[in-house]
């Protein structure tokens, strides 16, 4: 008992002291200034008031550029067009460590992910594009439009839905079916208890998780078992599968398949908790739909021409006939004027539309997902750096000027480019129509990465943004923002960018009434 609290008190003030006593090292021309104030208390809100943090740390310092101090490391926060550049061009800035040192918000376990060799995370990287080919992604059209149709189903043909919960739910099923076993995929019980336990790491991910997560308080506690859980439900999935020797077509298998049977259970929860922002930007994109019934028109008529030009038929609602031999024959109504199918016919014909058209022929849907990432993706990149050991022990790299000695973190708010007023104008409006967004600044858009990062998901989340987008504008007559009581709200509440996960307003603040177009399902 002693022991159990001596240690953890000692490790406070041990971590206190290094806090506090953060580098006093000559400062040299080109480093970065410090931020005034590095005691425990003005360093939490980074954990918890991150966007806030970030813009009052540009004021006290009165630069584009400063530094302060975590555990005695420092950590370094670019701004500016110059620092951007140089920022996502440099070379020896390593993500995963600068990830799992700042973030904390991927499952760890002891001696599992907690060492994960940069070896094994390009491997898993390696697999997650392999299951992206375009054979691959065209398959898994219908089985997305199918489960999301399952779970619309379940929300009854008319009522109100909190996009900030309803969304997640529903992308994390298709991210479950495209990237994870088809057998838990199948199993709506599991997906549901899968989707608890993540939810469970992001509130359990507290300062003292991060910082010292090898310190058993409360939250950590609750981490391990969370992801202990995780891990057991998926590799009882593997065990069963390897033993009845069932192949199936999803992404474990080919991790099976190639040998890499080891890796499964690490990439498969790793590759879940990375889709989390499929999750956000699909209630943010539906959000600003509800608020913008001239955009979701918009999108409606590209959806309804993509199906007129694209699906196959019998669902092809504008099909032209042939007239010709009788002119009695009534003319097909403009394609504004069809109504659309049952949401069981409906994502039928959308599944009949071929993956070239949903990745090239939606120049709407395109501006939109763009338009929702600049404004409610909450990201801040973080990178370590970590040159090789080659280098000359003096050897620094410059960013936006500023000296970055090795071992510091480096952080690049997207708010700083997506939000500035001077690249942006009324950079808080979502407006998919915004010439801006044909900037040739350099990295005037980073949402989904940028120079030698770029997201490798995207073709996956783009996907399945689009198919999700198509079954609300086609598949709801009417859907609107509303407040708790249902009445229509005058303003959509505006991205928390503070909430650096989820991006969420305040709870209870804006739910979408919606009105099935069609007859509900069996
Ligand atoms: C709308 C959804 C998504 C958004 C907005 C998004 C955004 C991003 C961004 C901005 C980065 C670069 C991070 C940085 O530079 O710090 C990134 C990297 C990455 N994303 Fe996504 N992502 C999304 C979905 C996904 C999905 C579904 C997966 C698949 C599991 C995924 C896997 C990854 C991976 C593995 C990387 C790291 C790439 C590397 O290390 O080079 N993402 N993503």
């Known amino acids: 008992v002693t022991a159990a609290v001596i ?27 410090h931020l005034p104030g590095s005691s425990l208390s003005h360093i939490l809100p980074f954990f918890h008031r991150r966007f806030d943090f970030i813009n009052s740390g540009f004021q006290l310092a009165g630069q584009a550029i400063y530094q302060f101090s975590l555990l005695g490391t420092p950590v370094i926060v670019l701004s500016g067009e110059a620092a951007r550049r140089d920022f996502f061009q440099a070379k020896d800035l390593d993500l995963n460590a600068g990830f799992k040192f700042l973030s904390g918000a991927i499952p760890m376990v002891p001696g599992v992910t907690s060492n994960l060799e940069t070896r094994r995370i390009a491997l898993i990287h390696k697999r997650l594009v392999a299951s992206q080919t375009s054979e691959r992604l065209q398959r898994l059209i219908p089985l997305i439009l199918e489960d999301s149709r399952r779970v619309i189903n379940t929300w009854g043909y008319s009522g109100s839905l909190d996009p900030f919960q309803q969304l997640p739910e529903l992308i994390f099923q298709t991210t479950v079916r495209c990237l994870a076993f088809t057998e838990l995929a199948d199993d709506a019980a599991k997906v549901q208890r899968l989707k608890e336990l993540y939810d469970t790491l992001d509130t359990a991910t507290t300062p003292a998780t991060v ?27 593997l065990d069963e599968r390897v033993k009845n020797g069932i192949t199936r077509d999803d992404t474990p298998q080919m991790l099976i398949d190639a040998g890499d049977e080891r890796l499964v259970i690490i990439g498969v929860s790793l590759l879940v908790a990375g889709a989390r922002s499929t999750g ?26 993509l199906v007129a030009e694209h699906a196959t038929p019998p669902h092809r609602p504008s099909e032209p006939r042939d007239t010709s031999t009788d002119p009695t024959t009534p003319q097909e109504p403009p394609l504004s004027d069809h109504r659309p199918p049952p949401l069981s016919e409906l994502h039928t014909s959308l599944g009949s539309v071929p993956l070239s058209a949903w990745e090239t022929d939606t120049p709407v849907l395109d501006a939109m997902i763009r338009e ?3 404004v409610a993706e909450p990201h801040v ?76 998901g995207k073709r996956l989340a783009t996907l399945e943004l689009k198919l999700i987008t198509a079954l609300f504008v086609l598949g709801f007559g009417d859907f609107r923002a509303v407040d708790k009581l249902g009445a229509p709200l005058d303003e959509l509440p505006r991205p928390n960018w503070n909430d650096i996960l989820t991006c969420k307003p305040p709870a209870g603040s804006c739910f979408v009434r919606f009105e099935r177009t069609v007859e509900r399902d069996a």
């Not at 007023?421 to 005037?444: F, G, H, Q, T």
């Open 280 to 305: 956000t930007t699909a209630s943010w994109l539906i959000t600003f739909l509800s608020g913008h019934p001239q955009w979701r028109e918009k999108a409606a008529e590209e959806v309804r021409r």
């Open 7 to 33: 240690v953890p008190i000692l490790t406070l003030a041990f971590w206190l002291y290094a806090v506090v006593s953060r580098s006093s090292s000559a400062t040299a021309d080109d480093a970065p200034v």
């Open 211 to 237: 910082l010292l997560p090898w310190l058993p308080g409360p939250s950590a506690v609750r981490r391990l078992i969370a992801t202990k859980r995780i891990y057991d439900i998926i590799s009882k999935t």
């Open 372 to 374: 929702t990432l600049r």
């Open 381 to 456: 990149a973080m990178r370590q750096y970590l040159p090789p050991s080659h280098l000359d022990e003096k050897a620094q790299l410059h960013i936006g000027g500023k000296a970055v000695p090795p071992g510091a973190f480096v952080m690049y708010p997207f708010s700083d480019v997506h939000l500035s007023s001077e690249v942006y104008k009324n950079p808080w409006c979502w407006d998919p129509a915004r010439p801006e967004l044909n900037l040739k600044a350099p990295y005037a858009y980073v949402g989904m990465g940028a120079g030698s990062t770029t997201c490798l």
